[in-house]
């Protein structure tokens, strides 16, 4: 099976394990980066072009974009689902993923625990809005961060006041969120593939930061999940459409609340924490998913 992982750097970690997997399970595995993959676009007419050549015969592809390229990312992998190649995750269930607002207004839907949220862009309702997320400390959260940037912590109604002046100066989108602190710095990713956890670790801030992002200094240990989290975790998964995500969650008195879905989580500290081979589960159940696409296809 001819494999495309769509991923800027192949030293990366997460794609590098990628290929590995494809390659030990005998799948012809290539690393595209989506900025250099044009596209052209005619009446019933798609196809993708990379380096001068057009890209024939793909059966899967496997969306390893950034945050920071999310529209561009996106469209080359739209153009790739509209040539019928498969993809775990699609491009709108990416980009339901990357809008923390919307991702948590479709899992509230679903009666998904999460921390108390506001979000508004009025100055004038600002004090409302402190009253309907309660006292601090707040975090504030810019709606399309990633890896923990764009989240700050404030401990007083005057720092909330001033970070969100501050966000609104720039024009930025942003959350507030209640503090959990029985969480205590940690946070537990839970990673899904084709429907099931098959993954998860406990995330510690160090010392003097509230982030458990592991790109921030935090350290990862293998946990075990209640079924409760399990299914939670499953459930947002599958409320985003992603058949590969990691789910954040905190352990809070009220029970587990999920923070946010991740499209395109990394393996590194996943694998390290648990020992559990997770690119290759990813490269089985992308293999497997498209075989039984082909063959439905084929029948009709």
Known sequence: ?????????????????????????????????????????????????????????CHAVIPRVGASITFYG???????????????????????????????????RE?????????????????????LIGEPPHVIKLNEGAQGQGVLLAEKRSASQSVIEAFRGLYANFLVQEYIREAKGADIRCFVVGGKVVAAMRRQARDGEFRSNLHR?????????????????MLSA??????????????????????????????????????VDVAGLIIDYVAGASARRKKTSRKK
């Open 217 to 233: 200094g935090g350290t990862a240990t293998a946990v075990e999940l209640s079924d409760t989290e399990r299914e939670i975790a």
């Open 74 to 108: 996106t469209a080359v992998l739209r153009q790739f689902e509209m040539m019928g190649v498969y993809t775990p995750n699609d491009s709108d269930a990416i980009l339901r993923a990357r809008d923390k607002l919307r991702c948590l207004q479709l899992l509230a």
């Open 111 to 131: 009666g998904v625990g999460m921390p108390n949220t506001v979000f508004g862009d009025n100055p004038d309702d600002t004090a409302d809005l402190m009253t």
């Open 238 to 275: 599958r409320t985003m459409g992603l058949n590969i995500a990691g789910v954040d969650l905190l352990r809070s008195r009220r029970g587990p609340l999920v923070l946010e879905v991740n499209s395109s989580p990394g393996l590194e500290g996943i694998e390290g924490a648990t020992g």
């Open 1 to 57: 099976m001819k494999i495309a992982i769509l991923s800027r750097n192949t030293k990366l970690y997460s794609t590098r394990r990628l290929v590995e997997a494809g390659r030990a399970r005998g799948h012809r595995v290539r690393v595209l980066d989506p900025l250099r993959c044009y596209m052209h676009i005619a009446s019933g007419e798609f196809s993708v072009h990379y380096k001068g050549k057009p890209l024939a015969d």
